[in-house]
């Protein structure tokens, strides 16, 4: 796709020309694919965030991941209480806490590989996988409405207690989490493939449709004829009014803000285009994946790094109305798999815009609460106050945002240095030590001396083994 703006000078990703560097995660799934990420997180990085940004992600850990479920116990409990009598009275969206949580934990452990988090996200990990229910169900609502209640984002909710359980996976090699995660989505293939029904008849389209995500994920993971004939199914359900129809309207060349259904949930729907597109290698999925990226980056993100206006696209990057925390987590989502599929440095730079601002804004300096909304004008408040009607007697903290606020700090483990076919990327500048292995599996260290973003003075210095790098090249460098 053509360049919209000039690249910002700022930054250009650091390349380190370390031939036969083995790319992430990814390169390991079960159905090789037929296209690969240009730049991929690599495998069991150290990272280091020192300074500002560093004393956020402590606090993060310390004031909230480590307190927050015993502080807020209905987060397990109302999974618990699905069937109990009378009925739970719950938000639509309630399915989406443990999720949400376990996801933030998750990426904040592979920042900090602290001990004491790593046991905890573990137990937490037990008592979500001790409620899923005999047929699979991983949601808090009565088991008689067969994910089909009215106005329930059953589905959605249970997308994100899938992807917390396969990130989980993924990060400890935890056998037992995939199991329960695979008995979900096997209770979604039983429903909705074997039984007749449909996923847009769940309503609630642009939450329920996106668990199309997920399972692209699985596929790739597992070889799951299933699962990719399930997201198929979803995608088929994208064209269905009054769905998004994301695919057909990207390829008209429209922008986002002007689909049918333009609210922030669609964006985790949107991010399985990317995976079909490693799936697959059909470059429908990867030209439709950048028209819907740079509608957004020209006509809905804020100059907070923030995205939605009212908690959808409106192609008015000015509207003063809010612009909530889990809209902005999603656009960084999308945004790295932007940044994976196309290794342009210009999705670094609004992953480090949103970061700085948005989410460093919506985080209260000591680490105990997050925003729904950060504004343009800096007014903020606590989501414990501003969406309080979300949470549940005894757990007061409980809402969407709390506990989806920490994965914009946690997503720095994805993107501040990335693996490339040729290298390594560095694209977070702050002070920093990162080290990721080499070819011939050593370790390599980048090590960031510099107050950026007061100054522009970066200095990196990398340390290797001489054989990392070609002939010609020097053991020790600094840019």
Not at 51 to 59: D, L, P
Not at 297 to 315: I, K, L, W
Request: charged fraction near 20%.
């Amino acid at each position: 796709m053509p360049s919209r703006f000039p690249p910002r000078l700022v930054r250009a990703a650091l390349f380190a020309t370390l031939a036969g560097f083995p790319l992430g995660s990814a390169m390991s799934a079960a159905v090789p694919p037929r296209a690969t990420p240009v730049l991929d997180r690599p495998a069991k990085p150290r990272l280091e965030l020192r300074g500002w940004v560093g004393e956020r992600i402590a606090r993060n850990t310390d004031n909230w991941l480590l307190r927050a479920p015993q502080a807020n116990p209905a987060m397990l409990q109302m999974f618990r209480d699905r069937d109990r009598e009378p009925h739970r009275d719950l938000v639509p969206w309630a399915g989406e806490f443990a999720g949400k949580y376990l996801i933030s934990a998750v990426q904040a452990l592979r920042l900090t590989r602290d001990e004491r988090l790593k046991a905890h996200t573990q137990a937490f990990v037990g008592e979500l996988a001790g409620t899923q229910g005999e047929s699979g169900y991983l949601g808090p609502f009565p088991t008689a409405e067969g994910m089909m209640g009215p106005k329930r984002w059953d589905l959605w909710g249970q997308y994100h207690v899938m992807l917390g359980l396969y990130w989980w996976y993924k990060e400890t090699g935890d056998a037992a989490a995939l199991a329960a995660c695979r008995r979900c989505a096997d209770h979604f293939c039983r429903v909705f493939l074997d039984g007749g029904k449909r996923v847009v008849q769940a309503g609630s389209e642009e939450m329920n449709e996106s668990s199309l995500h997920v399972f692209a994920l699985l596929y790739a993971e597992t070889g799951e004829p299933r699962y990719l004939a399930l997201a198929r199914e979803i995608e088929k359900d994208w064209q269905t009014p009054p769905s998004g129809d994301y695919m057909r309207s990207a390829l008209a060349g429209k922008p986002f803000f002007q689909t049918p259904k333009p609210r922030w949930e669609s964006l985790h729907g949107i991010q399985a285009i990317a995976e079909l597109y490693f799936i697959t290698g059909d470059e429908q999925y990867r030209r439709a994946y950048e028209q819907i990226w740079w509608s957004i980056v020209e006509g809905d993100r804020h100059n907070t790094g923030g995205f939605s206006s009212g908690e959808q696209a409106t192609g008015n990057p000015y509207d003063p109305r809010p612009i909530e925390t889990c809209c902005t987590i999603a656009w960084m989502a999308l945004t790295l798999d932007y940044l994976r599929m196309t290794g342009d440095s210009r999705a670094a730079d609004e992953l480090e815009l949103s970061t700085w601002n948005a989410v460093l804004g919506a985080q209260n300096a000591d680490g105990r609460w997050w925003t729904y909304n950060t504004p343009m004008n800096g007014d903020r408040k606590a989501s414990a106050h501003e969406i309080v009607f979300q949470a549940r007697a005894g757990s007061p903290e409980l809402n969407c945002c709390s506990v989806n606020g920490p994965r914009g700090l946690g997503i720095l483990s994805e993107w501040a240095v990335m693996a490339a076919k040729d290298g390594i990327a560095l694209n977070y500048y702050g002070p920093a030590v990162f080290t990721v292995a080499g070819p011939s599996g050593r370790g390599v260290t980048l090590e960031q001396k510099t107050d950026y973003p007061v100054s522009g003075a970066v200095q990196v210095s990398v340390t290797c083994d001489a054989e990392e790098f070609p002939a010609g090249r020097s053991e020790r460098g600094s840019w």
